[in-house]
């Protein structure tokens, strides 16, 4: 989903977006969108199956380590019974949430 106002993804975002995707179901996640949000270019937001928050993730990173860290992130707020609004990954090795 595009709410960059660009009404155009570019290769590199679809290719990301694709990875990404197969990336999280080898780690046993199920995504269930991505979203381009608005005045960000660099960032994509994924929504997963059976959870409230999303993940904003960074195109320069990999997306087997942004997977890696969706999945670590997802299994610490379960175990802490944490419902954050959102999760950021974009930096390594950095998670917060809010």
Same mark, same amino acid.
Not at 3 to 20: A, C, H, I
Not at 37 to 46: F, H, L, Q, T
């Given at each position: 989903i595009d709410e960059s106002g660009t009404k155009t993804l570019t290769s590199?975002?679809?290719?990301?977006?694709?990875?990404?995707?197969?990336? +999280?179901?080898?780690?046993?996640? #199920?995504?269930?969108?991505?979203?381009?949000?608005?005045?960000?270019?660099?960032? #994509?937001?994924?929504? +997963?199956?059976?959870?409230?928050?999303y993940y904003k993730c960074n195109l320069d990173r990999g997306t087997a380590e942004t997977a890696e860290d969706i999945a670590r992130m997802r299994r610490y707020l379960e175990e802490q019974k944490i419902t954050p609004e959102y999760v950021d990954i974009r930096i390594e090795q950095q998670a917060y949430y809010r």
């Amino acid at each position: 989903i595009d709410e960059s106002g660009t009404k155009t993804l570019t290769s590199r975002m679809k290719s990301y977006v694709g990875q990404l995707e197969q990336d +999280l179901k080898d780690e046993r996640q #199920i995504p269930l969108k991505a979203v381009v949000p608005n005045g960000k270019m660099r960032e #994509i937001d994924i929504y +997963l199956q059976g959870r409230k928050e999303y993940y904003k993730c960074n195109l320069d990173r990999g997306t087997a380590e942004t997977a890696e860290d969706i999945a670590r992130m997802r299994r610490y707020l379960e175990e802490q019974k944490i419902t954050p609004e959102y999760v950021d990954i974009r930096i390594e090795q950095q998670a917060y949430y809010r």
